[in-house]
């Protein structure tokens, strides 16, 4: 049990925790949102292109400008490699430079940027010397004239062409400057040959200003080129196209990782309504175990308070011992009483059927003999009415009056009427005799044991009425409403008993006044039933539940035992039939027993 | 002459268009200093102490500070600095002070940044001769630096923060307040007219060509003896003077210096990578001659050494 709790505990936590961290890292996939570090790559670009751009510029205006601040030179180099780190901080992120394809992109931006500040700052060299000197041309040639005038003019046409050369040399290395060809370039070092030429026919003091002149002509022929050249190899490298094929592949990647964003969205979507679904089914759960819970704890106080009531109950047990010592005396007594009720029922049956037995004989002859008499008579009769004819015929009259005296003091006439009568009259007391023995025997059933048999019961109710009719008789009149009914197995002495009780209570039920006793009968299906109802004086509804009590009665000591109901209970019970009562007070009293036909006796 | 004339006025011309197409930028090729940094004090005293610290050399004989001496215009006097060895080393010293202007660091420029430059110095076999293993251990022994460390960095002691710190510090080396700093800010009564002329000088020689940007020079590299052969006039080659070459192995970049930074070039004699010119007179002469090809007026030679002494800047308010 505990066991199996803390499994089920460590299970739950374990499922919670992979719930959690499934539902984080759904979210954490789906919330990296990454257009916000895409937008901020794609800045970094082109603030990168931008600065490069800006380089180009600076490079463009270091050209032209003859004192130039090269700082601006350096500082977008110094920007860009910055922005780069931002830029790498951020890719990181985005785990790219494990991508061969990514990896060529950054590889060639960095070569780019790499050769590209190489001939920048080669071009920085180039490119300040080369100012300077063409910046200082005019200059030197100028010094050069101004000696050359002040030279005594002895040849002024060889001077003039000095000074012609001169200032083409230092005219054609300006224009070449502009315009850098090789034909240009021959033409200064023509001049150049020119000039050194003339340097040797000029007095020594030239010789110093001509050097230099010719000094910074042949840089500018020599650095002129070369800065032209490391123009056209920064123009070559292609920075900034290295940076847009990287926002391309920054636009594809966003694209991409747009799309499984969206793909984890859904997943989370899902997954979180499944979480809910997953959620409502635990509420529910935990409501039931709420319940589940109440019900323990109800059981629990329950328990407690079983335990007080046993407290209560073993004190009880004392006490109640005691009252079923004292029941089992009542009804051992009631067994007793119900015992010596049946005993004497069965004795007295005894004793009637031994009576009827007996009185049978008797009857058999008084009966035939009275029928025997009865014709006797009738012949006797017819010889009477014959001598009375013959009287007339008869003289003396003294013996007919005599005779006629006689016949008038014993009264023949009324005589000879009234035999006939008595006659009847026996046989009728008779044949009355033969019912009440036969009733009784039938009541008592000494003919047969006491076993269940098939018995038609309306034969047994009859029987019973006769033995209390007399009973009856002052009392109520009889109304009988019979439906055929089968035979039923029962036994059929103990029903008779129940009726009889019934009746006679029925009877006893009524007042001064002649009442009415209904019997009915029916059968439905499987069952028998049989009503005795009276119009007596009802029972009232506080006693209704206690007339099939033992010893319960409303009648004087001596007339009523109280056993009555009970035993016929009993007997009901037996048959597991059912005995009810309907009364009302004033109205009368129905009782109704139902019997099954069958006894499906187990054992 | 009138052809001469009209021939000169169309050089000018010619000379000048480009310029005229661009105009120059206002404030000229000069620039004033920055003002000093706001960076983060911890790591600024965590750097000025290493800076000051010889632990950071093998045998905990030199410091930083031993070469660069802050009070002494950032290096020191010497043509060549002794090692922790005492042997000298290959080249004169540079000012510490603002070089974190410089776009490079070293003669040969092959630091590009001041953590790097550190990272050189300290495991240079001519220099600290140390190693970062050590340098780090020790320092990380010191609980001062520790907690110090700890208080600056998330990751307390490590190479890179060592480094870190020793940039910072020199990030905030900068000398401000120099007089021709003031006159650039606007006050042009400040600098005398000999100097104003000797700015002028300046440009019109072409010094400018090479020492301009905010710290008149440092952002560029230059071959030594562009219009002569500085190396063979001097003699003595040594490997150091190849410059660049040794970095690049670049025949074009035999020779090739990074231009350096003018200011408080007064007081940083001796000058070149070589500490050759003592004085700032000869090394005037030694510009003129190998990198403009020109002859100076001595007067405007003085003007120039006039011009130059007004880039002496302050340090924690003095001048240097
Ligand atoms: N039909 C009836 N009408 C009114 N009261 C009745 C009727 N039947 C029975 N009772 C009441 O039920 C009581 C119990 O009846 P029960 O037959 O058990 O005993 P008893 O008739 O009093 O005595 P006994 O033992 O002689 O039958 C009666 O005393 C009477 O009060
Ligand atoms: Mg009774």
Known sequence: MMLTRRRSFLLLATSAALLASVLVYLYLMSKADESDTYAQARDLIRQIKQNDSQWENEILKARTTINYNYDPLVSPLVEMKQLWRAFDNIEAHHRHAATPAWRAAYADYQQALEDKSRWVERFKSHNAILRNSLAFLPTAADGIQVQLGQLDATDTLRLHSIATDTYDLMLSSLEFAQMTTDDKAADILVGLNKLAVNKERLPAEFHGPIDILSNHIALILREQPRVNQLLEQIEAVAVAERLDTITQMLDRDERAALLIDQRYHFYLLVFSTLLMLLLLYMAVCLLRSFSEINRVNRALMGANDELEQRVERRTLALTQASTALQREIDERTLLESQLVQSEKLASLGQLAAGVAHEVNNPIGFVSSNLGALDDYFSRLQDMLKAYRQAEIAIDPATLSASLATLRTEIELDYILDDIPLLIRESKDGISRVGQIVKDLKDFSRVDSNQDWQWANLQQGIESTLNIVASELKYKADLVKAYAPLPEVECLPSQINQVIMNLVVNAAQAMGPQRGTITLRSGCEGEQVWIEVADNGCGIPADSLQKIFDPFYTTKPVGQGTGLGLSLSYGIIKRHRGEIHVLSEVGVGTTFRIELPVHQTRAA | ?320
């Open chain 2, 1 to 320: 002459m009138p052809i001469a004339r009209s021939l000169r006025q169309l050089g000018a011309v010619l000379a000048l268009l480009p310029a005229v197409a661009l105009a120059q930028t206002v404030g000229g090729p000069l620039s004033p200093l920055p003002p000093v940094p706001e960076l983060a004090a911890e790591r600024v005293e965590l750097g000025r102490r290493l800076f000051n610290d010889p632990r950071l050399s093998s045998d905990n004989s030199l410091s930083c500070a031993s070469c660069h001496r802050l009070d002494q215009g950032g290096a020191d006097n010497l043509p060549l600095s002794p090692g922790f060895d005492g042997k000298p080393l290959p080249v004169n010293t540079p000012s510490v002070f603002n070089a974190s202007l410089n776009a490079r660091q070293f003669w040969d420029g092959r630091a590009q940044t001041l953590e790097e430059q550190a990272h050189l110095v300290v495991q240079s076999p001519a220099e600290m001769g140390s190693d970062w293993q050590v340098v780090v251990r020790r320092i990380a022994d010191d609980p001062d630096y520790r907690a110090g460390f700890a208080r600056a960095y998330d990751q307390g002691v490590d190479e890179h923060n060592v480094q870190n710190a020793l940039a910072t510090f020199q990030r905030t080396l900068l000398t401000p307040g120099s007089r021709f700093d003031r006159y650039l800010q606007g006050d042009t009564a400040i600098l005398s007219t000999d100097e104003k002329y000797g700015y002028q000088r300046f440009q019109e020689y072409g010094c400018i060509a090479c020492h301009q940007g905010v710290n008149i020079g440092g952002n560029m590299l230059q071959k030594f003896g562009v219009l002569g052969d500085y190396f063979k006039d001097r003699g003595n080659p040594t490997p150091a003077d190849l410059g660049r070459f040794n970095v690049t192995g670049d025949e074009e970049d035999r020779h090739v210096f990074k231009v350096p930074s003018l200011r408080n070039v007064a007081v940083t004699a001796p000058y070149f990578h070589d500490g050759s010119a003592a004085t700032l007179e000869a090394a005037v002469d030694v510009m003129f001659r190998y990198q403009l090809g020109r002859t100076p007026s001595d007067e405007d030679k003085a003007l120039i050494i006039q011009f130059l002494k007004t880039l002496t800047g302050q340090w924690q308010g003095k001048p240097l």
